[in-house]
């Protein structure tokens, strides 16, 4: 059983999932530059709560695709120091920026101009690392490359038992934050 649809209906489809994604990335004040820099400030944890709920559900969803739907997994290599140094990169980037790519995109669109302007820099970022991937394939990928696999296979602990772990650990997470005496900007 296939799940791939004909391109013309997936690029559509596409289009009103990123238009519906960014109109709940902005309802739920997710693309709002002070919760992401709360966030960050450790005093908003907002954006923390929604994904660990994003990949707690998704996690299951994939799980019972893959399982019960005839679906397949398509494991990206793990390689640690490069995802650890992305990663950095990555997070100091929407430390100064106070966007992440998508957060960036949808408030553009609600007509943040310092939203816009940060998207020079995420291009410039992007043409730089094209520059030099031949470099980073060859220095820093190799380095800690543990190949395509998953948690579940390095520790030999059932998928579900998990995301039993992960919901726990998120819910212990949301209480303590609840109870946090954070201070948050109106």
Known sequence: ????????????????????FGILLHRGSLANFNTIVEQLRLRDFTILKVMLTAIIIGGIGVYFIVNYAGGHYHIKAANLLAVGLGAAIFGIGMAIYGYCPGTAICAIGTGSLHALVGLIGMIAGAVLFALSFDWVQANIIPVEALGKVRLPDLTQIPDLVWFGIMAVAAVVLFVVFELLPVRRQR
């Open 1 to 20: 059983m296939s799940f791939l649809l004909p391109n013309t209906v997936a690029l559509y489809s596409a289009v009103g999932f990123g238009i519906v």
